[in-house]
């Protein structure tokens, strides 16, 4: 039986997922909420691994799969290889691995690659924004991760030989973190 697997990723926690394949029949949908340049996507592996011969990968757009063109062409191709149909809800377009559509596949690339100059536009508008930002002294950069009491209570954990990569999982955060806020109470 062929099936119709869905993937909806979303950027964020608190974005509404239900958006993407509404209306849109699907057998099982996989959903991320992590960021499109995020490698570590579990449920997109679940879904290319759940996908088998004759069966469907539906997503709403290019976007929401591939980090960059380089990615989309990849999966896209991967997967037809194995014989599974990528069809993209948004654009219209359905990849079968039994057909060559030169046009499609033009498509692809030059929509892939009209995302990958988009986002790479928003970054730097940000960075813009942010220098901008910063010479007006109104740029503070991210909210601290822990408070002051946190803070000591980590650095008091740490000096009493603690090992630093429990600590830094007891508090939520990476070693990177952990070392940046050791390095606060010398500097």
Excluded: W
């Excluded at 499109?36 to 879904?47: S, W």
């Excluded at 088998?52 to 990849?74: F, I, K, P, Q």
């Excluded at 599974?84 to 692809?108: G, H, I, P």
């Amino acid at each position: 039986m062929q099936a119709r697997v869905g993937y909806v990723r979303v950027s964020s926690v608190d974005q509404n997922t239900e958006r993407q394949l509404d209306g849109v029949q699907v057998d099982k949908t996989f959903t991320d909420k992590a960021s499109g340049k995020d490698t570590d996507r579990p449920q997109l592996q679940a879904a290319l691994e759940f996908a088998r011969e004759g069966d469907t990968l539906v997503v709403h757009s290019m976007d929401r799969l591939a980090r960059n063109t380089e990615d989309l062409l990849r999966m896209v191709r991967e997967l037809t290889g194995k014989g599974v149909s990528v069809q993209f809800v948004k654009e219209n377009l359905t990849f079968r691995a039994d057909t060559e559509d030169a046009m499609a596949t033009l498509m692809l690339t030059m929509l892939g690659a009209f995302a990958t100059f988009e986002r790479a536009l928003i970054r730097e508008r940000q960075r813009e924004g942010i220098a901008i930002a910063k010479t007006k002294g109104l740029y503070r950069g991210r909210k601290a991760a822990l408070s002051d009491e946190q803070a000591a209570q980590l650095r008091q954990r740490v000096a009493a030989g603690e090992a630093k990569a429990a600590v830094a999982r007891d508090f939520g955060i990476s070693r990177e973190t952990l070392y940046q806020y050791i390095k606060q109470a010398t500097a």
